[in-house]
Nanobody, 124 residues
């Protein structure tokens, strides 16, 4: 089993920055792909970014490309999301996710473990 705990959310003005962090514990050796998703009120959970443990490959949603950067520290079992140039439409609960396997996909179906989420609110 894997436990994921997010931190770093908060309230920020448009144009500002936040850095989210996710700490993984438990059977973390199998977390080949870790990612971030977000869910705004009344909307479906959507993919934000993922990063592969093996080769460091990344993928971002078009809506955050160029503004968000995902990174991970395999030794510490953490994955971070640096969010710059934040917009009001980025307001959501941000959730960390991890896979048992290593499927490079943005699909929620591939992620086996989820954190509780951290709230990000961007004011205009």
């Amino acid at each position: 089993q894997v436990q994921l705990v997010e931190s770093g959310g908060g309230l920020v003005q448009a144009g500002g920055s936040l850095r989210l962090s996710c700490a993984a514990s438990g059977r973390t050796f199998s977390n080949a792909v870790m990612g971030w998703f977000r869910q705004a009120p009344g909307k479906e959970r959507e993919f934000v970014a993922y990063m592969s443990r093996s080769d460091g490959s990344t993928r971002y949603a078009d809506s955050v490309k160029g503004r968000f950067t995902i990174s991970r520290d395999n030794a510490k079992n953490t994955v971070d999301l640096q969010m710059n140039s934040l917009k009001p439409e980025d307001t959501a609960i941000y959730l960390c996710a991890a896979q048992k396997g290593g499927i490079l996909t943005a699909g929620r179906w591939a992620y086996d473990y989820w954190g509780q989420g951290t709230q990000v609110t961007v004011s205009s």
